[in-house]
């Protein structure tokens, strides 16, 4: 969003980031219900620009507050349409899954930890290890696994981001 406000109002960053800043603390955020100043101050933010509701009421006051007047409406719409494409790519990457005592799971390792703990080494060993079965759920988010004496000293509960279906 910054940067496509910096290219539509040809000003250097510098220049645009007050605008930007002001605008986004100033901005409805779904998440917390309310603007970021809102939640920091307990009152919402009065300044020259919204003393009024602008669409109701002519903008009185020189040229530079009406300019600014219609670079907030342009910013936030690009904001709003920028907020509504977020959740749709952060939703892809998100997929539900649960295991069932008794299921079999392959362990992801990144290959740093694999080095260490589980002696891969090689730049094109395997990113996911195993087929290990499943004792019982732990909390929410985390299983604990029945580990061969060879990894017996590595902690047996993982997190389920580690796991992937056998």
Request: proline share 6%; hydrophobic share 40%.
């Amino acid at each position: 969003m910054f940067r496509a406000v910096v290219l539509d109002f040809c000003t250097r960053w510098q220049d645009s980031l007050p605008l930007v800043e002001f605008f986004y603390n100033n901005s409805y955020q779904a998440n917390i219900e309310m603007a970021p100043f809102e939640a920091l101050y307990g009152t919402k933010c009065r300044s020259p620009l919204f003393w009024d509701d602008v669409s109701e009421a002519p903008v009185i006051g020189s040229d530079m507050i009406r300019k600014m007047a219609e670079k907030m409406k342009l910013i936030q719409s690009r904001m709003r349409t920028t907020q509504d494409r977020q959740p749709k790519y952060a939703n892809v990457r998100c997929r539900p899954l649960s295991f069932e005592q008794g299921d079999h799971v392959f362990l992801k390792i990144s290959p740093f930890m694999g080095t260490i703990r589980f002696g891969k080494k090689d730049k094109l060993s395997p990113r996911n290890i195993g087929s290990y079965e499943i004792l019982d759920r732990v909390g929410d988010l985390a299983y604990r696994f029945a580990l061969p004496p060879a990894l017996s000293s590595i902690h047996d509960v993982f997190h389920m981001s580690m796991l992937r279906r056998y």
